[in-house]
């Protein structure tokens, strides 16, 4: 008789996660990302990005994030914030009341930050908007999470 050994795999432990909606213009480069890991190797940490295509991906996606693999979360809504504000039963607010990690929001315009509707909303940790400069904006964020998950622990 063949005996089957079946290893659970536990998650892997992603300590900031960069959750980033469609930008028509300005977006992560590789080469900006690649320096945000170094960044954070060099503080202990990890870093990955996931792309979403649409409303419905990043809510999702925000959903599934859990404090037992990812410490930590960028929002980085892009052109998507249009369509959250025109669609508030779509369910990103709702989504972010549920998250359990702190998270900062990140844009590169003044305009296309998240205002919240409904004041009982788990506001993120902070706003950063470096006007027409996603790389600075990023970088501050980045900043702020290692310095908070430096901190925690």
């Given at each position: 008789?063949?005996?089957?050994?079946?290893?659970?795999?536990?998650?892997?432990?992603?300590?900031?996660?960069?959750?980033?909606?469609p930008?028509?213009?300005?977006?992560?480069s590789?080469?900006?990302?690649g320096?945000?890991?170094?960044?954070?190797r060099?503080?202990?940490?990890?870093?990955?990005?996931?792309?979403?295509?649409?409303?419905?991906?990043?809510?999702?996606?925000?959903r599934?994030?859990?404090?037992?693999?990812t410490?930590?979360?960028?929002?980085?809504?892009?052109?998507?914030?249009?369509?959250?504000?025109?669609?508030?039963?779509?369910?990103?607010?709702a989504?972010?009341?549920?998250?359990?990690?702190p998270?900062?929001?990140?844009h590169?315009?003044?305009?296309?930050?998240?205002?919240?509707?409904?004041?009982?909303?788990?506001?993120?940790?902070?706003?950063?908007?470096?006007?027409?400069?996603?790389?600075?904006?990023?970088?501050?964020?980045?900043?702020?999470?290692?310095?908070?998950?430096?901190?925690?622990?």
């Amino acid at each position: 008789m063949a005996h089957r050994l079946i290893v659970a795999m536990q998650p892997a432990i992603v300590t900031i996660l960069i959750l980033q909606g469609p930008h028509a213009a300005r977006s992560l480069s590789g080469e900006l990302f690649g320096h945000l890991q170094q960044l954070a190797r060099a503080a202990g940490r990890t870093l990955e990005l996931c792309p979403c295509g649409g409303l419905r991906d990043l809510i999702a996606r925000v959903r599934a994030v859990k404090p037992q693999s990812t410490e930590f979360m960028l929002l980085d809504p892009g052109d998507l914030t249009q369509q959250v504000r025109a669609h508030p039963e779509a369910g990103l607010c709702a989504a972010l009341d549920g998250l359990a990690t702190p998270y900062i929001e990140v844009h590169d315009d003044s305009d296309d930050a998240l205002e919240s509707q409904d004041r009982s909303q788990r506001a993120p940790l902070a706003t950063i908007i470096i006007n027409g400069d996603l790389a600075t904006s990023y970088q501050i964020a980045l900043g702020i999470a290692l310095r908070q998950l430096g901190t925690s622990h």
